[in-house]
């Protein structure tokens, strides 16, 4: 659960730098050549990010879990029975 979340900040990180580079004026290194460049520094920012602490969603993920499948399942059901 952790390494997913991990990644999915990872992932989130990286549109979300992407969407806000869209709502900048392009420049003059607007060319298909720096949509390649920024698609991998966006990548590489977002799992530096998450690696780094992130915004908290890996975290969050990782809390969830333990809360919620701290104890296995057959634990559960022994005790509701």
Same mark, same amino acid.
């Given at each position: 659960m952790v390494q997913a979340g991990r990644q999915f900040?990872? /992932?989130f990180i990286?549109?979300?730098l992407k969407v806000m580079r869209e709502t900048v004026p392009e420049g003059a290194l607007a060319n298909k050549h *720096?949509? /390649?460049? /920024?698609?991998? /520094?966006?990548?590489?920012? *977002? +799992?530096?990010a998450?690696?780094?602490g992130g915004i908290?969603?890996? +975290?969050?993920?990782?809390?969830y879990a333990q809360q919620y499948f701290a104890s296995s399942p057959l634990e559960h059901s022994s005790s509701s029975g």
């Open positions: 900040e990872t /992932y990286s549109y979300l *720096g949509a /390649y460049f /920024y698609s991998f /520094y966006d990548e590489e920012i *977002g +799992k530096r998450a690696e780094s908290g969603i890996s +975290k969050m993920v990782q809390e």
